[in-house]
């Protein structure tokens, strides 16, 4: 599988290290044996078409902080778009950062390579949280597939367990603790008798939240979560103008502390029902499965039939969420198989 990997920030590099250690492993066991054959960053693309040493890439980047100050002879000045216009691949693992207002650059680089019949994995919420009915259409025209499951729950398979596991019931409802900062402030709040301020700045000390923590804490990370959910599980044409958002800013201990004496807390919820997508904080019983502290996300689907079932895991992190681009990366090769008729 000749793969091009366009960012290599914190989840490309952990999916570079899971290539390198996992090779055999995938190999015996999948059939799945990556060749990278062009890894992108803000500064240039090492390409070469036998496969790109990986080792040298992460340890250019490791040392200077990018491809071209570490590789400045084999790093080429060519944009991402140049370089899927240009290279034969069979798979594009989108990373960029996710960027809410146009997408960009993730949306162009997705839409290049499914135009081109080049299937799409990606963790970038941004295009998907803007135009995912547009591109799964523009996926099926074109005979490829995009996958996107490390954009929720990291490597958690919430997505799959909603579309897959529930596939013999109707989803009715959805419920879900979709940002790991945002439940970590909330519970140190909680636990801790912090103030909003006091939990923020120790998220950010902690590595759990941005410098700029308006992405998580106003609630547009969970409401880009919840319109995939929307569309992947629930068959929705939504995109994030759908959702009504209201973050977490004015939530206090004094609240908290009023609740947690009836047995509840508050939570920032994504919740899709009979009324649209919405994200705001919410009251949940301290019983309810929904509720896990810390950085723990916890989605639940409330189906006709069976009733609601949760799933819980960690919602971030490199490595997790590298395992979820491996694992589209299975699915991306059954469908080329399918493909072969193999």
């Given at each position: 599988?000749?793969?091009v990997?366009?960012?290599f920030?914190?989840?490309g590099?952990a999916?570079?290290?899971?290539?390198?250690?996992?090779?055999?492993y995938?190999?015996?066991?999948?059939?799945l044996k990556?060749?990278?054959?062009?890894?992108?960053?803000?500064s240039?693309?090492?390409?070469?078409e036998?496969?790109?040493?990986?080792?040298k890439?992460?340890d250019a980047?490791?040392?200077?902080?990018?491809l071209?100050?570490?590789?400045?002879?084999?790093?080429?000045?060519?944009?991402?778009?140049?370089?899927l216009?240009?290279?034969?691949?069979d798979?594009?693992?989108?990373?960029t950062?996710t960027?809410?207002?146009d997408?960009?650059?993730?949306?162009t680089?997705?839409?290049?390579?499914?135009?081109?019949?080049?299937?799409?994995?990606?963790?970038?919420?941004?295009?998907?949280a803007?135009?995912?009915p547009?591109?799964?259409?523009?996926?099926?025209?074109?005979?490829?597939?995009?996958r996107?499951?490390g954009?929720?729950?990291?490597?958690?398979?919430?997505?799959?367990?909603?579309?897959m596991?529930?596939?013999g019931?109707?989803?009715?409802k959805?419920?879900?603790?979709?940002?790991?900062t945002?439940?970590?402030?909330?519970?140190?709040?909680?636990?801790?008798?912090?103030?909003f301020?006091?939990?923020?700045k120790e998220a950010?000390d902690?590595g759990?939240?941005e410098?700029?923590?308006?992405?998580?804490?106003?609630g547009y990370?969970?409401?880009?979560?919840?319109?995939?959910i929307?569309?992947?599980?629930?068959?929705?044409?939504?995109?994030?103008?759908?959702v009504?958002?209201?973050?977490i800013?004015?939530?206090?201990?004094d609240?908290l502390k009023?609740?947690g004496?009836?047995?509840?807390?508050?939570k920032?919820?994504?919740?899709?029902?009979?009324?649209g997508?919405?994200v705001?904080?919410?009251e949940?019983?301290?019983?309810d499965?929904?509720?896990?502290w810390?950085?723990?996300?916890?989605?639940?689907?409330?189906?006709e039939?069976?009733?609601s079932?949760?799933?819980?895991?960690?919602?971030?992190?490199g490595?997790?969420t590298?395992?979820?681009v491996?694992?589209d990366l299975i699915?991306?090769?059954?469908?080329?198989?399918r493909?072969?008729g193999?």
């Amino acid at each position: 599988m000749r793969i091009v990997m366009v960012g290599f920030g914190v989840v490309g590099r952990a999916l570079a290290e899971r290539f390198i250690a996992d090779q055999n492993y995938l190999a015996s066991n999948f059939g799945l044996k990556p060749r990278v054959v062009a890894v992108a960053d803000t500064s240039g693309a090492l390409v070469n078409e036998r496969g790109v040493d990986l080792k040298k890439a992460l340890d250019a980047k490791r040392r200077l902080g990018s491809l071209a100050k570490g590789m400045p002879d084999e790093v080429k000045p060519l944009s991402s778009s140049e370089l899927l216009d240009e290279l034969d691949y069979d798979v594009l693992v989108e990373t960029t950062p996710t960027n809410i207002v146009d997408g960009e650059p993730g949306l162009t680089h997705v839409k290049k390579a499914l135009s081109m019949g080049k299937s799409v994995v990606t963790t970038n919420k941004g295009p998907l949280a803007i135009a995912l009915p547009a591109l799964l259409e523009l996926a099926e025209r074109n005979g490829a597939l995009l996958r996107f499951s490390g954009t929720v729950g990291g490597g958690t398979p919430i997505l799959d367990f909603g579309r897959m596991c529930l596939s013999g019931d109707r989803v009715v409802k959805v419920e879900g603790i979709l940002n790991g900062t945002t439940n970590y402030i909330l519970t140190r709040m909680y636990k801790g008798g912090l103030s909003f301020e006091e939990a923020l700045k120790e998220a950010q000390d902690a590595g759990y939240a941005e410098r700029d923590p308006t992405m998580d804490v106003e609630g547009y990370d969970t409401a880009c979560k919840l319109v995939i959910i929307a569309n992947y599980v629930m068959g929705l044409k939504v995109t994030l103008r759908d959702v009504r958002i209201k973050g977490i800013r004015d939530v206090t201990y004094d609240v908290l502390k009023r609740l947690g004496e009836s047995g509840k807390t508050i939570k920032l919820l994504g919740v899709i029902d009979g009324e649209g997508l919405v994200v705001e904080p919410r009251e949940v019983s301290l019983t309810d499965p929904l509720c896990v502290w810390g950085t723990l996300n916890a989605v639940t689907f409330h189906t006709e039939h069976l009733g609601s079932e949760t799933i819980v895991g960690k919602g971030a992190g490199g490595i997790e969420t590298a395992i979820a681009v491996i694992r589209d990366l299975i699915a991306v090769k059954r469908f080329l198989m399918r493909g072969l008729g193999g």
